[in-house]
């Protein structure tokens, strides 16, 4: 992809259509990760591409226009995300479409336990996880410190395990009652 | 019995993309004007730059022996220690050039309100720490303290505890904590630093018997992380950072006698059911406020030794709605044990410790992790309340 890159920052446009084709499909899955709409999805695609493709003279190092596209619809789906946050879509309600729509766990909870988690942890979840990427690349994409991508990654563990658990923790007194009957 | 989350995650499968996107996607490629134009411009700009460039070169080339040592290689060393709430100290220093002249040096050290928090194992305290070096031609880095030590602890571990402080408006700083630390020695290279499901600390000395409080000596060593920077050229440059802690309290999370997650937790108790040791009363001799007040609030934490323990308690006191006490645990020889401090008619400070009902250790040893506040409802709100009115 490295050659490809080089060519369309020369202005070769097949070439850059061609890097597009190849990075589509994990632009999509990342992006419906975020939003949850397949048409918002496809919309953050699109306006990364656009943006993508007028600032790709400015990229330093040919190698890295991975990141650096990820790190462009991210941004594009995290802006889309708030504006859109207000409104509640009555399919999102109806539970359509989802995060299943991206990704496969083969776990239904799981899956609706990660959809669940906030942006943030959905985020470094779907990079580490889904699209294999290392904690330096996660940091460089999100633009946040190494540090932070393993807290969040640890932090969202948590949280699926505690979605995932059978019962909410006891309240204290269920807890006294407990032990006295123990 | 569900499979691990981690391998189920791990195993998750890409599911074919809608046809539709991709049409929408080619449409918008078509849609995009080439610019072979511009880049030929680019081009033709680059190879100016690129002859003024080679120019360049030659001159100074020619004038080398008229000109001061070139400026080879620079790096930038960062040091971050993690504060209780929100407050992260930042020590940014240098650029050192081969030439050994220092170009820049920033110190800064934050602090709102808090204290620091980490685990205290009796010498040191484990301090949260990032450590960076940026710059060019970097062959290889490594910190080393002369007191303390560093340390790392996984953060997958099942026995490791993450407080995350998003909370507080600072996401980028989470407190871990645990008692599960590998020691790494005096030394920590960039490489090591860069491992992943690895949280470092600095075992920073602590000595809990100067302070606790936010107006009187140091508690926390200030320390000095030394910083080796080796080039590519071979050239190896060496640096200093200052970590000053200030005159902060601390919270100090100790498991020895639990057996499990070092965790600090406040209580409350009715002290009817407990057992009162007699001989454990007695006038405090130190009385320090961690912060003299915020808001409505003053809290104090202290600190004395009773047969061969060292016992901690906190108290906060309600300025508006009259004397409150709050305690910690600890488990001495099987019995739940609460440190209560209580405000005399005189203005003393009565410690004094009780053995708690058989029940409630039990459920205290049961359900330590999961940390029993038996506040007042509301209380974190209305101290949160308290701090940003």
Redesign the interface.
Known sequence: MTELVKLAK??D?PA??EI??LC???M??IAMSILNN?DD??DA??EA??KA?ENI?KLNDCKFFKTWIIRTLINQANDAYKKRNKIIYLHELAGEPRY????????D??SAA?SDLSV?YKTV?TLY??QDM???EIASVLK?????V??RL??A??K??EK?SEAP?PK?KE??E???A? | MRSDIDTTLRNAKKIEIPDSTIDKVDIVLRGLKPQRDTAHTKTVNKKVAIIAAVAAVIAIMIAYPLLPAPINNSFTAQARAVLYHDIVLHSDTMALHTDGRQIEFNFSATREFGMWAGFYDGEHMYLSIALDVTGENIKSAEFSVTSGFFARQRVDSENVLIITLDEYGNESAPLIFGTEFESLGNRLTLEDMQAENYSFSLAVPFNHRLSFGGNSDHCLENLQVHVDVLFNNGHLQSDTIALDFGDGGAVISFSQDMGTLGEFSFYRMNLDEATLIPESVHVLPLRENFYDSFGRWRTEMHVWEREDRTIYACTVLFRNDGDEERYMFSMVGGNAVMPVIRLSANGNLIAMEYILPNEVARMFREYWVDSVYMLPEGWLDDLLDGLYD
């Open positions: 020369k202005g446009k850059f259509d597009i084709r589509t499909a994990d999509f899955r397949k999805a496809d695609v699109c591409v656009v493709y003279h299943e729509d991206a990704y496969d766990l083969g776990d909870e799981l990660v943030e979840i996880y889904f290392r904690i330096k946040i410190p190494q540090g932070t393993k807290w640890s932090k563990k948590s699926l395990k995932l923790p204290l807890r006294v407990k032990c006295e123990i």
